[in-house]
Structures are given as structure tokens and as C-alpha cells.
């Protein structure tokens, strides 16, 4: 075949598709050469064509460019890149590798891809990864739109793709295991437990070999194309499967009512330190990129513990992310992101802090993101901690309240002086957060990085040997207590104590003020065996065992049902802070301790109680918090000759008499409540349901 080529144009970047053929376009501003690789089939050895492309034709300003006719979607492409090789410089040129658009919209090769070989010198065509042309219109969206679901009615799940239906337990055709489809075939799973947002770790296609070998780079927290979904992900390892198998687990979703946020990694990517492959960007422009060391330009700043650090406030690299979010809202219809170690993205071009960073500002207020939701992890691997600051940077941002989980979890445990730390974190963290609204306070308990719920009341150290970091890796900070024995235990006081504490997180969590996170297999207390870092252990360690259902179903019934109940009450989907006030027609909030109006702040404190109304919709609400090791008797509010307290949630009884509904509910007739040692209990008052429950003396 002959190729009609043309000069081509500098826009858009990446391939774009015409009727009449492909316009391809890299940003590369240093380099002498490229030429365009253009393959039969994505495993050919070699390029059925190689188009040279020369700065005299092909090249506007720092943008080379060229079209060639009578090609289309499909088409397989790569580039070489040549230039002067001066790390000293900054400059990295290396002819010898094909790179992959840092715009490609699909990726393979996979199948013969060599991290190894492509760290090495050497021509590394043979193996290399390559991208697709894509055509983001051909595909039938069945009049698929945003969903847009307020935060405030959110809840959020945490999953990992892979891991949701690789287990032998998950009851899917083997093929579809482990992929898009398999999220589709358990979206009645998410319905059930109600579910209305899944939060993906990564998506974007990644590298499963940056890893020490005999392992494999599960979490996917390094990127190889930020506009190319996972490839191993979709059950169809055609050029265009993992596109248009992605499509269709949105698309599922938002049917099923489900919002799809993905967990994006714009801090640093898979080439990894000085010693890394050259995969795309640092074969383009090194320099423009990455954060370099001032003094030695072939060292990279690593503000991300991974190596290198993306320079996001550069005009290049700030335009490709934002390029990048709005494809996959726009293209990909999904509903929101959650930016890894965000705190890198407010860093400068030479990696300081600045008080408004570009490609959060624009972020901020792109009109193509208006409608998605936000989410920062609020620091970054070089101790740049800015809870609150992302809140306070204008109107879109969340984040995730890091300062939840820790509070809560030294409450629970039975540390000291947390009781007004846990009032803050309960009321919407108003300490943290500068604004009045608090449903974007992210609130978790346990997530990806850390131990599982399970494991949070199982193990006091992390044992992460498998690894193979000599345990080294992962936090040491858990406030974690593992109720008596280290890890797996067949003492019947241990194991009911553990259960009593996994609700508590739970009970405290939904009645918070805030947006509620639940890490996936939590609901089925997944174990991890004590490992706090997981990021490499794709295998059962880490996938979510179906079988633990029918073994927990009694603590899978009641979240269900505590998020049902919570779901239905206006006194948690409130946008803003409560009032914290006695008399109050606005929604409020009053604190107690065992004597009511008496909170007890002091640092030897273990209890906390409040009550929550919401007088408009006539909701009314006492809840009890006692991480003491000892009973205590709460005072009740006193409610109208009609009104009696009903016990909704009490901790200390078996999740199978713990009611979560009104309905159910059991009625209390005394004027003290006795929450039991570590326990926790939420009443509702309601008029004329004495007759329709068993009363508590």
C-alpha cells in the first residue's frame, strides 16, 4: 500500500480522525527528527511503514505534525524520536525507542512488551508498546447522560476493577473475569448495598511489570497512556476492546444509577527515576515533563516516592491533563475523578508550593468538568500536607478528610483527648474546612492504602513481607488494636469484640456530616492478612471473596440497611454545617455526654453523645458514642407526651437484631440508656409507635 502524505495540521494533538484519513500530532520541541511507525498488526516485529517527518514540513512551532490519507480507526502507530542525548541537560533523545503517544486513546503490544529490555539499551521495537486510532464518535451512547448526583446523596465505593471478579468465588464466565464486563455482571451487588458511586483505582492503561520481579503492579499507580483505558481489563484483547468495553460498564452503570469516578495519576508516571524506560513523554521532551534536579538535570525531583514527578503547572504538561479530563467526561461520559497525591499539582514548574496553580484553576473552572465531581487526596510523598486548602481553593474540590479516618480510628481504639477532635470530624470538619458546606469532606475509614476494615480491629502491625521490602513498605501509623491477638483468632470474646468495633466505624461513619466512603470488600470484612500495602499482590490477598457473603451476611444486611436508613433521613443529605444550638428551625446539632448538655472535652474522655434535627422534615435524632471499656448510662432528651425514643442502631446486639429501620425499631421506656463498653447507639423519636414494638426497661 502507498501513502498519501500531507503536511498535516498542529490540533488537535494525538490522531485524530478524518473522512479522508488520520491528522497525528506530538509535542516535541528539541527534537531534530521523528518519524511516524505505522504497523499492519499491534505484534509485528517491524513498521509496515516508517513516514519521516522533517521540521522544514512538519512542524509548527514546537508541534510536529503530518496526515495521511486512506487510513482510519484501527490504524497501529508509534514513533521514533531523535535528538541530542545530554541528561546533564535535561535532554533524553534515544532514536532507538518507539514511544507511545502521550495522547494515544488505546494501547497494545502488551503481549510482548518488556519493561527490562526497555530500560536497556537497544532497539526495543520489537517489544514495544504501541497505540490505535481512535474514533470517539463511533460508538452508540443509547442517550447516555451525566448523572450528576449531588455529593450530599452520595456514597461512594472504592474498587479495584481487577480485583472486584478475579476470585474463583465470583461466579462469572472465566472470560469476563477480571474485567469492565465483570463490574457490569455485579452492578445488582452495588444496587443492593446502596451504592451510588463506584470510585476506580486506576484505569488509565499502566505498566503491571514496574515492579521487583516475581511480582506484579497491581494498583495500577503507574501510568503509560492518560487517555487509553487498561487493556487487561476488557475480556476483548481486540485493538478496540478495552474502549469500547469500558463504554459499556459506564453506560451500565449509569442505567443501574451509578456514578463513575476514576482514581487519575497525574504526579508521576511508569518512566519512572534515571534508570527507568523510555516509554513516551521523557522520549518527546524530558525537560518539559518532569521536575529535574536544579543542579544535575539527568536526576528527576520524586515528590511522588515513584521516581519523577509530571511538571503539571507547564503549560504542555497542564494542557495534557486537562485534555485528558475532559476526554474522559466528554468521550467517556464519566462522572468525576479523584486526583492521586494531588498536593504534587500545586507545585510550580521547579516544584514549589504555589497559592494558585494553573492547571488547578482551570480545572476549577473548565466548563467542560462543570458537572463532575472533584476529589483531591490532599498531600503528596515529599510531606507537602494541605488538607483543606483544596476545599478552600474555590467552589468544585473535595477531598479525601484524611483526618476522618485517623480521629475515628484513635477513638474507637480508646486513645485520649480524641473526643473533640471526633466532634469536629462528626459535625463536617469545620476546623479543616473554611467553608460552610460539608459534603465535600470525603469521609473513610479504611481505603486502598492501609489495612481493610477487617483488618483495622485484627492486627496491631503491619506484615507486609510478602512484599518483599523486608517490611519495610507501607504506613506504621495504623491506630489500629487487634482486640486481644495478633490476626486470625477462634476466641469467641476476641472475634464478637472485633465484629463490635467494624460497627462502630460503620455507625460512625454514616451518621457523619459528609460524603461516606466504603473500601470494597469491607462490606464482607475482606482480609488482607495484616499486609497495609497490597499495591503488588494481585492474587487472592487482594481480590474480593465472593464466598465471604454468605459468611457475613448478617454485617452485609446491616450496612444495607444503614445506609438505607441514613440515605432517608434529610439530616444527613443537608448541604451545609449544622447550627450547633439548643433551639434552632434550621437543622442543628447538640452535643451531650452522659448527662445531657454536658459534653465532656477533657482528655480522659471516652463518650460522646449528640442529638441531630432537622425540624422541617420532623426528624429527631439521639446518638451515643462510648469507646470506654466500661458501661455507661446515657440521660436522654426529654421528647412530648406523644414522641417516644426508638432504638434504631445499638452495636452491642447482634447484627441480626439491630433494627435500622423505625419500623422494626425497638421502643425505649426509661430515661437513661446503658450503652455497653465500646459500643455504639442511635435513637429516633417517633409518636404512636408504642404499640408496634417490644419496649427496653
Known sequence: ???????????????????????????????????????????????QHTVE?????????????????????????????????????????????????????????????????????????????????????????????????????????????????????????????????????????????????????????????????????????????????HRAYSSCKDRFGAVNEFRDMVKALHKAGIEVILDVVFNHTAEGNERGPTLAWRGFANEVYYILEDEDKSLYKNYSGCGNTLKTNHPVVGTMILDSLRYWVSEMHVDGFRFDLASVMSRDIVGKPVERPAVLWVAESDPVL??????????????????????????????????????????????????????????????????????????????????????????????????????????????????GQEGPTDQKEIEELRLRQIKNFLTILFVSQGTPMLLMGDDIRRTQQGNNNAYCQDNELSWFDWSGLDRQWDLWCFIRKLIKFTQGLRIFSHHHLLTVTYASHDPHLVWHGVKLGHPDWSANSHSLAFSLRHPAAGEHLHIMLNAYWENLSFELPLLGKSENWYSIVDTSLPLNQIACNLEEATLVETENYLVEARSCVILMSKSNHREQSKPIH
Not at 488520520?22 to 513498521?47: E, G, T
Open 370 to 483: 462543570a458537572g463532575t465531581k472533584l476529589i483531591a487526596e490532599a498531600w503528596d510523598a515529599a510531606g507537602l500536607y494541605q488538607l483543606g486548602w483544596f476545599v478552600n481553593l474555590g467552589e468544585r474540590f473535595a477531598e479525601w478528610n484524611g483526618r476522618f479516618r485517623d480521629d475515628v480510628r484513635r477513638f474507637v481504639k480508646g486513645e485520649p483527648d480524641m473526643v473533640s477532635h471526633l466532634a469536629a470530624r462528626i459535625l463536617g470538619s469545620p476546623d479543616i474546612y473554611n467553608v460552610p458546606v460539608t459534603y465535600r469532606s470525603i469521609n473513610f475509614i479504611t481505603c486502598h492504602d492501609g489495612f481493610t476494615l477487617n483488618d483495622l480491629v485484627s492486627f496491631n502491625e503491619k506484615h507486609n513481607q510478602s512484599n518483599a521490602e523486608d517490611n519495610l513498605d507501607g504506613n506504621n501509623q495504623n491506630f489500629s488494636w487487634n482486640c
Open 53 to 229: 517527518l522533517s521540521a522544514a514540513i512538519h512542524k509548527t512551532s514546537n508541534f510536529w505534525h503530518v496526515f495521511i490519507k486512506n487510513i482510519g480507526a484501527g490504524q497501529i502507530y508509534g514513533y521514533r524520536v531523535y535528538g541530542e542525548y545530554n541528561p546533564k541537560e535535561g535532554l533524553r533523545f534515544d532514536g532507538d525507542k518507539v514511544l507511545l503517544d502521550p495522547y494515544a486513546r488505546a494501547i497494545v503490544g502488551q503481549e510482548k512488551y518488556d519493561r527490562l529490555f526497555a530500560i536497556n539499551q537497544g532497539d526495543n521495537c520489537a517489544s514495544s508498546l504501541r497505540a490505535v486510532v481512535i474514533d470517539p464518535s463511533d460508538y452508540d451512547w443509547e442517550g447516555d447522560q451525566p448523572i450528576n448526583r449531588d455529593y450530599a446523596n452520595t456514597i461512594i465505593y472504592e474498587l479495584h476493577v481487577g480485583g472486584l471478579t478475579r476470585h474463583p468465588s465470583s461466579d462469572l464466565a472465566q472470560e469476563i473475569k477480571g474485567t469492565y464486563a465483570g463490574v457490569i455482571a455485579k452492578i445488582p451487588y452495588f444496587q443492593q448495598l446502596g451504592i451510588t458511586a463506584v470510585e476506580l483505582l486506576p484505569i488509565h492503561e499502566f505498566d503491571p511489570q514496574d515492579v521487583k520481579p516475581g511480582l506484579t503492579n497491581y494498583w495500577g499507580y503507574n501510568t503509560v497512556g492518560f487517555f487509553a483505558p
Open 1 to 47: 500500500m502507498s501513502l498519501a502524505i500531507l503536511p498535516g495540521k498542529s490540533s488537535p494533538l494525538g490522531a485524530t480522525v478524518y473522512p479522508e484519513g488520520v491528522n497525528f500530532c506530538v509535542y516535541s520541541k528539541h527534537a531534530s527528527k521523528i518519524d511516524l511507525l505505522l504497523f499492519a498488526d499491534p505484534l509485528d516485529p517491524q513498521p
